[in-house]
């Protein structure tokens, strides 16, 4: 699934993936999924033959370059029955080398992850502590950070920052300023927004977003 403009957010029983522009999320076959577009968003499809590509075997966000992107607009422009077979050799070598962007957040089964996945997800912007949660839950402080350890292979506040990537990524995308999205996420000034952000993906969102055009 290619985002040429907005982005997808696409959900598999083990977690969610964002999928800003010029990226693309690849979903094996046979895997139960869900996607969600913005309402600005501009989509592709690309389906490909198991045995055509050796495509990840794990669902995962890849970074599509400008000639990957031409490429497969290229395809979708044309008769699949006419489309040239150098065309598809080239878009397969460059997809399977496309790099792996960690544009992810681990949603175990469990009904506890998923019940704090659900009520951040609703409002990103509860500050609820690891102690909060777990008695909330019923559990020791303890207990929990040790679950979500278990279930998600993140610390919780890791697991949260997260979280807040994915729904930035999304709000972004749908054009929303830097401002809104860090009120909406609970943060106390934009610049520590901005400071999370860069942590996280390298740039703040201004040049990140520059980037991606």
């Known amino acids: 699934v ?3 403009h907005g982005s997808v957010t696409c959900e598999v029983p083990q977690g969610m993936w964002i999928v800003p522009p010029q990226h693309g999320v690849w979903i094996p076959g046979g895997m139960p999924h869900s996607n969600r577009a913005t309402d600005n968003a501009r989509i592709c499809f690309l389906f490909i033959e198991p045995a055509a590509a050796r495509m990840p075997e794990q669902c995962c966000t890849l970074a599509i370059s400008a000639l990957l992107r031409e490429l497969i607009l290229h395809l979708a422009a044309e008769d699949a029955e006419e489309a040239s077979t150098q065309v598809v050799a080239l878009l397969l070598e ?4 496309a790099p792996v962007e960690q544009l992810y957040l681990p949603v175990s089964d469990h009904p506890k992850i998923r019940r704090m996945a659900q009520a951040l997800t609703k409002d990103p912007s509860d500050r609820t502590s690891l102690a909060q949660w777990a008695q909330r839950l019923a559990m020791s402080e303890r207990s929990l950070a040790r679950l979500v350890a278990q279930e998600t292979g993140l610390t919780f506040g890791r697991w949260r ?6 729904i930035a990524l999304r709000q972004l995308s749908e054009g929303a300023s830097v401002q809104q999205v860090g009120g909406n996420l609970g943060y106390d000034s934009v610049t520590a927004f901005i400071t999370m952000f860069k942590k996280a993906l390298g740039q703040p969102p201004g040049r990140y977003f520059a980037g991606l055009k």
């Open 2 to 4: 290619l985002a040429l």
């Open 94 to 97: 460059l997809l399977v080398k």
């Open 161 to 166: 920052q997260q979280l807040h990537i994915l």
